[in-house]
């Protein structure tokens, strides 16, 4: 190279970045909430400064969340939610997991003999029916999800009081800024294939650009407002046995969908007992189980338990030990649960902690699948559907097959920390990011409780990616000496953890201890946010 220039080191990435982010915490003792978008945060703390719980204050949340990111969740999505009650020592389980219609069948869904092109390690479907449009549906259990989370462990107060926010911002609608034009940009080809969609998103059909100076501005979300209202006044179950339910069947069939009405009348969200992992002697995660991340989770916890610990945080022993150990990890996953374990990364999901001043802790994540999941947009009701059929497998003999009335693998990974003692700090924490979900939480929980680092620290130290057997990825701001061992263990890719968060996961997370709470976004996700309740008047 003329002159002799190298690049600083050898696996040293393309940079696309040149300035260092940082994300503020937030602390008090009358309840934090911390989401992907901080006005969402802000309608749940404003439940929690009127007197609702934890629980009351993630369904506000979720709800705002279909208002003011509509790419991650929603609606139309589906999710998990865990419920540690106040001076309860087992979590609870509000499952709301995906579950494919009863009118699914694997015949819809013929292979063309060519690669998909997509990230799954499967055969392209025809017209990626199972990726895009109405044959993506899985039936949309995220309202049923958060009915459930209201019902069983809310105060009671009247579902239209938590509804309240989300449909304030949905009047108002979404911003016109430049991370709503990202967004929209990369999901432009999908969008314009779907009326309503289009209409909605690309005005002109062009992707929105925020004016040259001044407000943003705000782009209308089509029905979604008149939906949320009818379902502050007949409830939540209306969604599924009333009006709005009538509306979304019939514009399902209209485009050819098979979700129907028995499909929504079914739809039920479970609650159950928390599955346990123990972390060494001294701590213990309440997780989602089932097809969740979590039994990949609790094999990840057990190969790193005898991994040493360094007292001046995690070094290149450890990243190279994590990367060997989630590599192992992956390849038992897609052997024993199906190849549905690699999600794309760029993923259409949210996640969500709460704690209130009373120490309930709340931990949810929901989404779509892909980003603006099924591209999809239900006239009658302004519903973003899931595509959530994108998480089977369609090789009809496959370990995670196309199936009516079953469940997919899926990689959410909502996790609850209490120590086995009795004493100490508890911790509330997941992420959104599809495959790379698994990786960011066991490590945001690594640094926080192996290596003693506040919600803060945690939130900011950069992480690697393992997302199947082959191969990993790592920030680039770990030192040389790390990137040097995780390249001798095996392929690497050095990346940015970017402002369009793709690379790696955006995780959150809650601390609570003695009365006191401290919580934190993921530093390179632009909107997220921890906001703190303010005490009640």
């Not at 263990?489 to 940015?496: D, F, K, M, N, S």
Request: proline share 9%; with cysteine.
């Amino acid at each position: 190279m003329p002159g002799g220039w190298m690049p600083a080191h050898r696996n040293s990435p393309y940079r696309t970045q040149n300035w260092t982010l940082t994300k503020p915490a937030a602390a008090g003792r009358d309840g934090i909430v911390v989401a992907q978008n901080r006005e969402a945060a802000e309608a749940g703390a404003a439940i929690l400064a009127a007197g609702g719980n934890a629980a009351d204050a993630a369904v506000a949340t979720a709800f705002a969340l279909a208002a003011v990111e509509p790419w991650n969740s929603g609606l139309g999505g589906i999710g998990f939610a865990l419920v540690l009650p106040a001076g309860a020592t087992r979590a609870k389980v509000v499952d709301f997991g995906p579950v494919s219609s009863r009118n699914t069948r694997a015949a819809d869904y013929p292979l063309t003999g060519r690669e998909t092109r997509d990230l799954f390690p499967w055969p392209e479907v025809a017209d990626d029916r199972n990726i895009h449009g109405p044959l993506s549906f899985c039936i949309p259990s995220a309202v049923a999800g958060y009915a459930t989370l209201h019902e069983a462990f809310g105060t009671g107060r009247p579902a239209a009081d938590l509804l309240a926010p989300a449909l304030a911002l949905a009047h108002r609608g979404l911003a016109r800024d430049w991370f709503t034009t990202l967004k929209i940009a990369a999901a432009a080809p999908l969008l314009r294939r779907y009326p309503e969609s289009a209409r909605l998103y690309l005005p002109d059909g062009l992707p929105p650009v925020p004016p040259d100076q001044g407000a943003p501005g705000f782009l209308p979300l089509g029905r979604l407002p008149e939906t949320l209202e009818r379902l502050a006044e007949a409830g939540l179950r209306d969604f599924y046995d009333g009006g709005v339910a009538r509306d979304l069947v019939a514009d399902i069939a209209r485009l050819g969908g098979v979700v129907d009405g028995q499909d929504l009348a079914g739809c039920r969200a479970l609650v159950r007992d928390a599955p346990t992992i123990a972390w060494r002697d001294d701590w213990t995660l309440h997780a989602a189980g089932g097809l969740t991340a979590a039994p990949t989770l609790a094999a990840v916890v057990a190969g790193m338990a005898p991994v040493p610990r360094p007292s001046a945080g995690p070094d290149a022993a450890w990243f190279s030990a994590l990367s060997r150990v989630m590599r192992q990890a992956y390849a038992e996953r897609l052997a024993g649960l199906g190849a549905a374990g690699l999600e794309p990364g760029d993923t259409c999901t949210s996640h969500l902690t709460v704690v209130d001043r009373d120490g309930m802790l709340v931990s949810m994540t929901t989404t779509l699948l892909s980003s603006m999941g099924s591209r999809v947009v239900l006239p009658g009701t302004g519903v973003l559907m899931n595509n959530g059929v994108m998480w089977f497998d369609p090789r009809p003999d496959s370990a995670n097959p196309i199936a009516p009335g079953v469940r997919p693998l899926c990689n959410m990974c909502p996790v609850i920390v209490t120590p086995r003692s009795g004493e100490g700090p508890r911790l509330a924490a997941g992420a959104s990011g599809g495959r790379r979900i698994l990786a960011s939480v066991y490590q945001l929980l690594a640094f926080l409780i192996d290596f003693g680092m506040d919600p803060q620290a945690a939130a900011h130290a950069p992480r690697i990616d393992v997302s199947g057997p082959d191969g990993a990825s790592a920030d680039a701001r770990l030192a040389p000496e790390v990137l040097d061992a995780l390249a001798a263990e095996g392929p690497l890719a050095v990346v940015e953890h970017g402002v369009l968060p793709v690379n790696f996961a955006c995780p959150n997370v809650v601390r609570v201890e003695n009365g006191a709470a401290t919580g934190c976004s993921d530093v390179a996700s632009p909107w997220s946010a921890a906001v703190a309740a303010a005490p009640p008047a």
